[in-house]
C-alpha cells in the first residue's frame, strides 16, 4: 500500500458499531434462550482448521472448496484455512472429544465469524456470521423436526419478515449415486444447452445443475427427473415422518424437489429459510441432516442434523431493536478534585447505577449538556465543598451532605 493511503477494511468486510453490536448481542441472547432450555450447550470450534477437513467434510466438487476457501500456509508449510462453514469443525470436534461416548444424541449450538471469497454484494461479505445448531448421534426424524422449528422460532422471535420455508431430502448416497448416472445421462443429452460450469462439472457433481443461475441450465433442469421421486423406502418413510411431524408443529413448508444446498455431506432432510424481504441473497438460513460426514471424516458412521443460518441476513429482515440507554447519574466535575469525583464516580456504580463522568474538560455547562445530549437521568454535581443532585427530567437540584445521602436522593429520583 502506498505510504500514507486511507486506510479501510478489506473488501466484503465490515466493521459493528455500537447500534449494530446491540442488535447482535439480542439476537445471541434470542438463540441461547431458544437453546439452552431445548438441551443445546454453546460450542466454540477454532477459526481455522486443517484444509484437508473442509476438503474432505464439505466437499472436493463444492462451490466453497473450489472458489471460496482462504486458504493460507503456516509457517511449518502445513495448509490451514478459514474456515467457511461450521459443521464440520464440530464434528471434528465431536469426535476428537470422544462425545460418541456421551448420551446420544449431543446437541450442539454455535455463533460466530465465517469466511467465504465472494463477490462482495449487499447481503454478500467474506467474513460473515452465523449462528447455528447441530444434533449429532441419532437420525430418529424427530430431529430433524426439532431443529427446523428451532429455525423456526428463532425467525419469528426476531421478528423475521417474509419467511419461508423449502424443504427437500436427497436420500442416501447410493440412492444420490444412482440418480447422479441418471441425471447426467439426462444432461448429457441436452449438454448444448448447459452453462460452461455445469458441463465442466458434470462427470465429478451432476447435481450442482440445479444451483446453476444460467437461464439455459435452468430450463434443461426443470424437466430433468428428480431424486425426490428416487428415494428408497426407508429414505420416504423418513421424509414423510419429518412432514408429518412439521404439519403436527403448524410449521408451513414448500416441498422442493430442486432443493440441492452447496454442500456435499448432506442426506436424508435438507432446508432453507429464505425471506422475501431480501433481494437476490435471499437464503437466511439451510441446513440438513448428514449422516455420512463423520465417517467421511474418518470416524465412525455417526449420523446427525443441523442448520446455518447468517446473521447479518437475518438483522436485515429483522426488527431487533435495541435502543441505547442514557445513564442513570452523570457526573458533573465542579471543582471538588480527581479524588473526590471518582470515588463518587466508583460509589454510584457499586450502588448499581450505571454512571459516567465528565471526562472531556467541559465547562459546568456544557457538561450539563452532554449529560442531556447522553439522556442521563440525573446528575451529581461534585464542588469544592459540596454535593448536589439533580432530577434532569423535572430540573429540580438539591444539596446533599454526603455520598450516602446523594445515593438515597438519587434512588427516589430514578424511583
Ligand atoms: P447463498 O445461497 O446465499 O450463497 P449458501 O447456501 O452458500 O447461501 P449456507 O452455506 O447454507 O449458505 O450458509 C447458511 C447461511 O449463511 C445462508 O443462508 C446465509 O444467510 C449465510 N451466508 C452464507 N454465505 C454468506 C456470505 N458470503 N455473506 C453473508 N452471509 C452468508
Ligand atoms: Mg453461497
Known sequence: ???????????????????????????????????EPAGYGPVDTPIFEATELFARGVGETTDIVQ??????????GRSLTLRPEGTAGVCRAYMEHGMHKQPQPVKLWYWGPFFRHEAPQAGRYRQFNQVGVEAIGSDDPSLDAEVILLLSELLTRAGAQGVRLRLGSLGTPET?????????????????????????????????AFDSDHPGTIAVVKDAPKLLDRLNEEDAAHFAEVRALLDEAGRDYEIDAALVRGLDYYTRTVFEFTSDALGAQSGVGGGGRYDGLISQLGGPHIPGVGWAAGIERILMVS??????????????RDGGGAVTEFKALGALREAGFTAQMEQAGRSVKGQFKQADRLGAKSVLVVGADTLSVRDMNTGDQREVPDIAEALAALKEVLA
Open 1 to 35: 500500500m502506498a505510504a500514507g493511503g486511507k486506510l479501510q477494511a478489506p473488501r466484503g468486510t465490515f466493521d459493528v458499531l455500537p447500534e449494530d453490536g446491540r442488535r447482535r448481542s439480542q439476537l445471541r441472547a434470542l438463540s441461547e434462550e431458544l437453546f
Open 67 to 76: 472458489k471460496e476457501m482462504f486458504t493460507f500456509e503456516d509457517q511449518g
Open 319 to 332: 426488527d431487533v431493536e435495541v435502543p441505547g440507554v442514557g445513564p442513570d447519574v452523570y457526573v458533573v
Open 176 to 208: 444420490r449415486r444412482e440418480y447422479s448416472d441418471e441425471l447426467r445421462d439426462y444432461l448429457r443429452s441436452r449438454e448444448a444447452e448447459l452453462s460452461d460450469e455445469v458441463r465442466a462439472r458434470l462427470d465429478a457433481n451432476p447435481l450442482r
